[in-house]
């Protein structure tokens, strides 16, 4: 079964700090990797994706790709309150679906 | 980014009633389209993926005669929930595949009574 794990959260950062979300998949010949920002009650949107080992910067947001250890995190600088919500790390394991994690829950304190 | 829009955002509706919820891909064609449902504080779970011109392809547990997707050009697919009882209650949201980006719309509150 291919999975995608998160830690649940709740995780709180305070405003300005970086957060960092972590998520782990199951599957060495995953291919794609994509972050998905939820507020409460809205559907999910595209925050980043990544293909390749290393970073990839897209104003405040980093995404962290490590192939080797099956492993991708998202790094947000100058926290927001507006950042509040849950992330959702999604993987396409080479087929056309994407399989989610079950998301972190970030609280960003003002 | 891409544009999907779903409609209806919300609905309500009586045990043993149908509801079908719309998905278009507005500024591009989707030859797939798949259909997730998620629960409270639970994370998405794939139903079906649509196809255009061909039958859609449903995720192990999926009642398919329960969950009617139509997916009749390359800008609309729908879910019809048939017979709907208060356990179908949830969020049913769609997504569009542009490349390899999947664009959500913006999701389907669904109650039953």
């Known amino acids: 079964q291919k999975e995608v794990e998160q830690n649940s959260g709740p995780l709180s950062v305070p405003e300005g700090a970086i957060a960092s979300l972590n998520c782990t998949y199951s599957d060495r010949g995953s291919q794609s990797f994509f972050w998905y920002r939820q507020y409460s009650g809205k559907s999910p949107e595209l925050i980043m994706f990544i293909y390749s080992n290393g970073d990839k910067e897209d104003g405040r947001f980093t995404a962290q790709l490590n192939k080797a250890s099956q492993y991708v995190s998202l790094l947000i600088r100058d926290s927001q309150p507006s950042d509040s919500a849950t992330y959702l790390c999604a993987v396409n394991f080479g087929n056309e679906k994407l399989t989610f994690g079950t998301g972190t829950r970030l609280t960003i304190i003002p | 980014g891409a544009v999907v829009s779903q409609h209806p955002s919300w609905v309500i509706c009586k045990s043993g009633t149908s509801v079908k919820i719309e998905c278009r891909s507005l500024d591009f064609q ?25 039958k859609a392809t ?56």
Request: some cysteine.
């Open chain 2, 30 to 54: 989707a030859t797939t389209m798949f259909w997730y449902r998620q629960f409270p504080k639970q994370s998405l779970m794939l139903m079906a993926t649509s196809n255009e011109g061909s």
């Open chain 2, 58 to 113: 449903y995720e192990q547990g999926v009642e398919k005669d329960k969950f009617l997707i139509n997916h009749a050009s390359l800008t609309l697919s729908t879910l019809t929930v048939t017979s709907a009882h208060p356990e179908d209650s949830s969020f049913y949201i769609c997504s569009a595949r542009r490349f390899t980006e999947a664009f959500f719309g913006q999701g389907t509150r669904l109650t039953v009574v």
